[in-house]
């Protein structure tokens, strides 16, 4: 009798905790945690039972919490987060709810299926660091239709699929500053290579154009670019393509990696191998994750802005164009909240808000900047 009963309790117990597992699964929200291909909503419960009325108030002008969506390029990305954190502190500032996705992989497939979940959510707007210029363009079109705002940061799509792009600094000084700073650092001559992301990452492939625009001018005669190579913003590809490129190209005397994961995954890499000193790096990096390469020498200094701040814009911009404050047209000026004022330019065939300037990251700086993002 006595272990009929012991057997039944445990029996609840098992099912009891198996029920509170699956309960907090569906509504994990933790802040710093990357999503896995999963919604992150910041108030899940409120904003599924509050769905059916919420469909009913007007959207955006003050009646109803407006939705704003984020999609990164891919999950555990640290410089994503950090753009993810500073968006939700501007929705929140705004009174909205913000929504953010992210891939497992950094492609453009897995965006446009988020893209098609959002619209059929009908959140108010969607901001999204892009995959691919061109290859979302009919999923964010069609979500333009159904009368969400669009707008990308970070890494652009075509002029015809946003409303407005939020751009971190100039795309030329970014690439030839990073050519300029390689070829200080291997003293004017030698083979160099580029450590990328995604071969399709609008962001990058703009800034390697402007790299090897600067490379023209004959002051860079003796500096061969060897390889542009692909890391995906995944760290263990980054790691093995800064290895394969060590392998292929022997005299090797610097990379340049565009993206905080490749610059990261290198400088772990020529540390390990103890190539401090033969082979030199620079690129655009997290101070965070950046300090130890930068106090060691293996990467003596590199560049990146504020990605909380990249992604505050965007929260204040997306706010903007749900309350209708701006709509994405050249000269259209508006607050963004601890930034202050900020105005809509032309560029090329589309629009865009800019944040500032790169910033330079060296051994003199490094330790006041490594806590901060
Ligand atoms: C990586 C991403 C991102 C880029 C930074 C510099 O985190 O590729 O898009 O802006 O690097």
């Known amino acids: 009798m006595k272990r009929t009963l012991a057997a039944i309790l445990s029996l609840l117990l098992i099912v009891s905790l198996l029920a509170g597992c699956g309960g907090n699964k569906s509504n994990e929200t933790a802040k710093n945690e990357p999503a896995t291909n999963e919604e992150t909503t910041k108030s899940d419960e409120t904003a599924k039972t509050d769905e059916t009325a919420k469909d009913q108030e007007q959207k955006g002008t003050g009646a109803g919490k407006a939705r704003i969506a984020l999609i990164v390029k891919s999950t555990g990305n640290p410089f994503m987060e950090k753009m993810a954190d500073g968006f939700e502190e501007a929705v929140n500032e705004s009174g909205g709810e913000t929504i953010v996705k992210a891939p497992d992989q950094p492609t453009a497939e897995a965006q446009i299926q988020m893209i098609e979940e959002l619209i059929a959510q009908k959140v108010d707007a969607i901001a999204i660091s892009a995959n691919d210029p061109d290859a979302l363009q009919p999923a964010l079109q069609k979500a333009m239709n159904a009368g969400i705002k669009v707008l990308s940061l970070d890494s652009a799509v075509n002029a015809q699929s946003r409303m407005v792009h939020i751009q971190q600094a100039d795309p030329e000084r970014i690439g030839r500053v990073q050519i300029q700073a390689i070829y200080e650092m291997i003293g004017g001559e030698g083979e160099i290579a580029i450590l990328s992301a995604t071969s399709q990452a609008t962001n990058q492939n703009t800034w390697i154009e402007w790299m090897k625009k600067e490379l023209e001018d004959p002051k860079y005669k003796n500096i061969k670019l060897v390889k542009v190579a692909y890391g995906d913003d995944l760290r263990d590809k980054s790691v093995s393509e800064t290895e394969g490129l060590l392998k292929s190209f022997p005299n090797l005397k610097g990379i340049i990696a565009p993206t905080t994961v490749g610059i990261a995954a290198a400088g772990k890499v020529l540390t390990d191998k103890g190539l401090k000193g033969k082979v030199m790096l620079t690129g655009l990096g997290l101070p965070s994750e950046m300090a130890e390469y930068i106090e060691s020498g293996v990467c003596p200094w590199m560049y990146l802005w504020n990605p909380i701040d990249l992604g505050y814009l965007a929260g204040c911009a997306a706010d903007a164009l749900v309350k209708g404050t701006i709509s994405g047209k050249a000269g259209e000026k508006f607050t963004a ?29 490094i330790a006041e900047w490594k806590n901060v993002y």
């Open 337 to 365: 909240g601890r930034l202050g004022e900020k105005e809509v330019v032309q560029v090329g065939d589309g629009t865009e808000i800019m944040l500032g300037d790169p910033f330079k990251f060296d051994a003199s700086n």
